[in-house]
């Protein structure tokens, strides 16, 4: 079958309730597509909207993890989107033929995904629909994130396309406020993602019921069960990211932009981080992180479509958004104490010695001592008298002249009359 005069249909590969899919190829360019096919016009009240909707939302994005849109139009009655052919298989497949995959392709997933959320989401898109059948996996194992049928345009709340009382989406993957019918967000689908990660690393889904409305009240009020009580062999700082996507809370979760450069930097590995550049030593240079490809992310995020990037050996850190902050060595801890316990040291010597020199007998303030009086005039140096130049009281005593007249006592004690004896 001929479509539109150049896309020539070949065999189906997908069938939905809205359409089906088949592999094609462009007669004009003569490259692979993949067409979708509404089924019927009158199915759904809300079908045509809805696939319009689809091919506008998506022919808004151009990026390497979504699925692109080529063109839209109808034939024989019918819509048709044409899209990029993806070869490979979804992550619903993935999960049918493998159960569970190891942690460095989940967290590869992971980074492609939330890289590609979040490009959505900075085009005001919100796809409300994410689970692993929409997830799907190229020839090289590329993630692209298809069937936007559903999205909502957070300018245009009026292109939400349910009925009053309507939950659209898959219970097992619904965030707690959608399931409370508020409107869906930005972290509605990163919500969304935490359900495909947890279920791609346990094989089960964090809440599972026997009815959908029970698995609504689970993603309500339980708590997950940690997936490494599971058996998931993942590192603590993986496990406690992915319990972060699953806030209960919108505000308490990671931005998809957040979400794609923590896995993209390999800290789901609980790995050493670099270190803040105010702590990094002359030999630890900060490492340089080209941009998302493709994206218009912030040049700190690095590349998430092929390998993930080794981590570096700086700063150990198992916190979900934050690095630790880097504590001082012990060596330097020591050093600086030996340094204040000398420099104390020092002080107390040098004071000591000031005031010895300032004390000392032989110091300037000492009287100097006086010249020999027996040596000759000329050569002893003239001396200064104090102030007070008067004799003391033993040095007046012997210069008073000695009193020749004054009678002296007899042997009775009485004095004898002046002039020595009596006359004759």
């Not at 005069?5 to 997908?14: A, E, F, K």
């Not at 939302?57 to 063109?71: E, K, Q, S, W």
């Not at 996507?245 to 979400?259: F, V, Y």
Request: one cysteine or more.
């Amino acid at each position: 079958m001929l479509i539109a005069g150049r896309y020539r249909l070949r065999d189906v590969i997908g069938r939905g309730a809205m359409g089906e899919v088949w592999r094609a190829v462009d007669e004009v360019l003569g490259r692979p597509v993949a067409v979708k096919l509404m089924l019927t016009q009158h199915a759904d009240p809300t079908a045509v909207s809805r696939f319009r909707l689809e091919a506008q939302t998506a022919g808004r994005l151009n990026h390497p993890y979504v699925v692109g849109v080529r063109d839209f139009g109808e034939y024989d009655n019918r819509l048709f989107l044409v899209m990029d052919l993806i070869e490979g298989d979804s992550l619903a497949g993935a999960l049918t033929t493998q159960g569970t995959l190891p942690a460095e392709r989940v967290a590869r997933v992971a980074a492609e995904a939330a890289d590609g959320l979040a490009a959505a989401h900075r085009q005001g898109i919100v796809h409300r629909d994410i689970k692993p059948a929409n997830l799907l996996l190229d020839a090289e194992g590329t993630l692209k994130i298809g069937d936007f049928g559903i999205a909502r345009f957070l300018d245009d709340p009026g292109n939400a396309l349910t009925a009053t009382g309507q939950i659209v989406g898959t219970s097992l993957y619904l965030a707690p406020e959608r399931a409370l019918g508020r409107p869906a967000g930005a972290a509605s689908d990163v919500y969304s993602l935490g359900c495909v990660l947890y279920q791609l690393l346990t094989g089960r889904p964090p809440f599972q019921a026997d009815s959908a409305l029970a698995v609504l009240h689970q993603h309500l009020d339980a708590v997950p069960v940690p997936p490494r009580q599971l058996g998931a062999d993942l590192s603590p700082a993986f496990e406690n990211y992915l319990l972060g996507l699953l806030a209960k809370e919108p505000q308490d979760r990671p931005t998809a932009e957040e979400a794609a450069n923590w896995f993209a930097h390999g800290h789901w590995r609980g790995a050493p981080a670099p270190l803040p550049h105010e702590h990094a030593r002359h030999d630890e240079r900060p490492i340089p992180s080209p941009a998302l490809t493709g994206s218009t992310a912030p040049s700190r995020t690095a590349p998430v479509g092929g390998a993930l990037p080794p981590s570096t050996d700086t700063e150990w850190t198992t916190s979900v958004h934050r690095a630790v902050p880097r504590r001082p060595r012990a060596s330097r801890l020591r050093r600086s104490r030996l340094v204040v316990a000398l420099g104390t040291v020092a002080l107390f010597v040098v004071a000591l010695l000031l005031g010895m020199s300032w004390f000392s007998p032989d110091g300037d303030s000492e009287k100097k001592p006086q010249a020999d009086p027996s040596s000759p005039a000329s050569s002893s140096p003239s001396v200064t008298a104090p102030a007070d130049s008067s004799p003391q009281p033993a040095a007046r005593e012997a210069q008073k002249p000695v009193d020749d007249t004054k009678p002296s006592p007899d042997k009775h004690g009485k004095p004898e009359p002046h002039g020595g004896k009596g006359k004759n």
